[in-house]
């Protein structure tokens, strides 16, 4: 079964950082680009970051640029987002997805409040 | 960015009736469309790849159209669990941007 699975997320302080963790089994991984995408309380769907099969290209939304970074472990089958200096507007659920959107992981709510 | 914009906002027709749902693109995407499906609380799930791909599972009455600027996703006879949100994204380009959402409601 394919199956991604998200953690890391929680209450952070405005300026602070967290590390996202995306977990994937039951295919290839290493054959797939990923992606992070959020979606703020009640709001539509935000494609955040997307990283190549081998790591080596990485997109970013403008509004994280310079402050998130996507990264992958293909030996360990996960996906990664570090998220510096978070603001309010970053809070939402964060999910993971295969390739451009094929299978979501649940999601891991962040939530940047003091 | 390119921009995509679903119409309508709301849906509202009975169980059993046909849904037509737009999504319109700023600028030319070819093909690379996907239409998503959102239950509350739930993940996203892909419904329509590349414009008019059925994916893996969704049932036949699911049926997508279009290219260039000009999208439709077709529910041919409604079931009652279909009353959700509808989202369409673009991966020509990056951002992969979305549509800001289509809820299908209950008339």
């Known amino acids: 079964e394919v199956q991604l699975v998200e953690s890391g997320g929680g209450l952070v302080q405005p300026g602070g950082s967290l590390r996202l963790s995306c977990a994937a089994s039951?295919?290839?991984?290493?054959?797939?680009?990923m992606s992070w995408v959020r979606q703020a309380p009640g709001k539509g769907l935000e494609s955040v970051a997307n990283i190549k099969q081998d790591g080596n290209e990485n997109f970013y939304v403008d509004s994280v640029k310079g402050r998130f970074t996507i990264s992958r472990d293909n030996a360990k089958n996960s996906v990664y987002l570090q998220m510096n200096s978070l603001r309010a507007e970053d809070t939402a659920v964060y999910y993971c997805a295969k390739g451009f959107g094929a299978i979501w992981g649940q999601g891991t709510l962040v939530t940047v409040s003091s | 960015e390119i921009v995509l914009t679903q119409s309508p906002a709301t849906l509202s027709l009975s169980p059993g009736e046909r849904a037509t749902l737009s999504c319109r693109a700023s600028q030319s995407v070819s093909s690379y469309l996907d239409w998503y499906q959102q239950k509350p609380g739930q993940a996203p799930r892909l419904l329509i790849y590349?414009?008019?791909n059925r994916a893996t599972g969704i049932p036949a009455r699911f049926s997508g159209s279009g290219s260039g600027t000009d999208f439709t996703l077709t529910i041919s006879s409604l079931e009652p669990e279909d009353f959700v949100v509808y989202y369409c994204?673009?991966?020509?380009?990056?951002?992969?941007?979305f549509g800001q959402g289509t809820k299908l409601e209950i008339k």
């Open positions: 590349d414009a008019s």
């Open positions: 994204q673009q991966h020509s380009n990056w951002p992969h941007s």
């Open positions: 039951g295919f290839t991984f290493s054959s797939y680009s």
